[in-house]
């Protein structure tokens, strides 16, 4: 069984920052992409960043400078460093193991809430 666990959410001012852990069991980021997505109220859930199992890093132009993914292989967990943090950051964050995240499929945590006051 596969399990995903997010931690690391909560209230922030804008301008603060936040570190979000994704940790996983029954299978390896080592072995496969990994995610971080985050859902507005009323918008569609977005990709914000993503890393490979190489490695690779790709973060969508909104966050780009500002937050930060990173993975620990041998704790096979997943990070989300988020700074300089303004109100439209605010939502749920999921993270996501997948072979791709451009195809459908893998493995969603419960999702975190992420808030800034402005």
């Known amino acids: 069984q596969v399990q995903l666990v997010e931690s690391g959410g909560?209230?922030?001012q804008a301008g603060g920052s936040l570190r979000l852990s994704c940790a996983a069991s029954g299978r390896s980021f080592s072995l496969n992409s990994a995610g971080w997505y985050r859902q507005a109220?009323?918008?569609q859930r977005e990709l914000v960043a993503s890393v490979t199992r190489s490695g690779?890093?790709?973060y969508a132009d909104s966050v780009k400078g500002r937050f930060t993914?990173?993975?620990?292989?041998?704790?096979?967990?997943v990070y989300l460093q988020m700074n300089s943090l303004q109100?439209?950051?605010?939502?749920?964050y999921y993270c996501r193991l997948a072979t791709t995240m451009y195809t459908s499929g893998g493995y969603w945590g419960q999702g975190?809430?992420?808030t800034v006051s402005s």
Not at 69 to 77: G, V
Not at 87 to 92: A, H, M
């Open 69 to 77: 993914i990173s993975k620990d292989n041998a704790k096979n967990t």
């Open 56 to 58: 690779t890093t790709n």
């Open 112 to 114: 975190t809430q992420v």
């Open 41 to 43: 109220p009323g918008k």
């Open 10 to 12: 909560g209230l922030v």
């Open 87 to 92: 109100p439209e950051d605010t939502g749920v």
